[in-house]
């Protein structure tokens, strides 16, 4: 009984193998683990763990699979290395020191001022002139962006709706 209870254990686990866990188990089980076990009555048992152990790297290894392909940063083949996404950049000329940059969010008008601030790599800062966060300096449009509206947006509930990009954002005033 033990037996047929093991074989059908194992035939279980076998049934869900995939071609990664064939690939690991060939490169990482010898022949001769597998041909010189004993059927003494601690055999048994340690292969039923066993087949427990590769039942649940199945699912584990099923699971991870899954997850794999969800996110989309591994590629189809389980021979090739994973390939993490480069972070896309784009390099913008800032304006001049002096320059006078407005912007209209949600029937409000903002305006900041490009300062020299030698803190920063780009040797350039935003000055918030208007709102509730005039006199604060950011670093970056989208920081300065962010931080011009936050108060509108906390008193509307509009969370970061409309505020993605200080490039796009900020205007020089004519």
Known sequence: MKKDREQQQLAMAASGLTEQDLHWINQNVSSQDVNTQET?????????????????????????????????????????????????????????????????????????????????????????????ASGKVKSSMSGAMKLATKRQREDNNLGSKGVSNGWKFWKPRR
């Not at 292969?47 to 997850?67: A, K, M, P």
């Open 40 to 132: 003494s009555s601690q055999d048994v048992s340690s292969q039923e763990e066993s087949s427990q152990d590769v039942s649940s790297q199945e699912t584990s290894s099923q699971e991870e699979s899954s997850q794999d392909n969800k996110s989309g940063m591994f590629n189809n083949t389980a021979d090739e290395p994973e390939k993490p996404r480069k972070r896309r950049t784009v390099k913008h000329t800032w304006p001049e020191v002096g320059t006078i940059l407005q912007a209209d969010y949600e029937g409000t008008r903002y305006e900041a001022e490009v300062v020299a601030s030698s803190k920063y790599k780009s040797g350039k800062a935003i000055k918030i002139l208007s709102g509730p």
